[in-house]
């Protein structure tokens, strides 16, 4: 009777700490699908005033050709 608690307890700790560590995956995922999302946020930002700099400096030079 003894063994078959013992098992049983074992099989028990083992279930409770298995399902932990797919909850702490799951969580590991939607925590980098976060941060993939942030670091294409702060791509598309530079990308912007990339874009922004280039037309800025491109019209200057069409000012300063044309006098």
């Known amino acids: 009777m003894k063994k078959v608690l013992l098992i049983l307890s074992l099989f028990i700790f083992c279930y409770c700490f298995s399902n932990t560590n797919v909850k702490d995956n799951k969580n590991s995922k939607v925590e980098n699908t976060k941060k ?3 670091g294409s946020e702060i791509y598309r930002d530079r990308m912007r005033d990339l874009i922004r700099e280039v037309r800025s400096n491109t019209t200057k ?3 300063l050709t044309k006098r």
Request: glycine share 0%; net charge neutral; proline share 0%.
């Open 36 to 38: 993939y999302v942030s």
């Open 61 to 63: 030079d069409k000012y």
